[in-house]
């Protein structure tokens, strides 16, 4: 069973960038699609970008969109989101989540079974 552990939360002012990262152990990283998500306060848990295990495809929200990045290395059991002209908005905490189940990418966080403890990321205007 992998277990997973962000890092690289913090603070950055509007426009700024922030990278983070997820590191798995206890499993094979590699059978893994991993997504991240976040969750603003009073607001449920929306979905934020995943990757594949199979091609390194990757789905992202709208809102998200040639702002954001996904990407992984199996080799380092890690998957970052590396999060450029952040907005206000992107205030949250970000989780890591690992699906092993299904060959397709979801958006749905009822599909991942593994989750990390997850980070702040706090956008000043």
């Known amino acids: 069973q992998v277990q997973l552990a962000e890092s690289g939360g913090g603070l950055a002012q509007a426009g700024g960038s922030l990278r983070l990262s997820c590191t798995a152990s206890g499993g094979t990283f590699s059978r893994y699609n991993m997504g991240w998500f976040r969750q603003a306060p009073g607001k449920d848990r929306e979905f934020v970008a995943a990757i594949s295990r199979t091609d390194n495809s990757t789905r992202y929200a709208d809102s998200v969109k040639r702002r954001f990045a996904i990407s992984r290395d199996n080799a380092k059991n890690t998957v970052y989101l590396q999060m450029n002209s952040l907005k206000p908005e992107d205030t949250a905490v970000y989780s890591c989540?690992?699906?092993?189940?299904?060959?397709?990418?979801?958006?749905?966080?009822?599909?991942?079974?593994?989750w990390g403890q997850g980070t702040q990321v706090t956008v000043s205007s």
């Open positions: 989540a690992g699906d092993s189940r299904r060959y397709y990418l979801s958006e749905g966080p009822n599909n991942y079974a593994y």
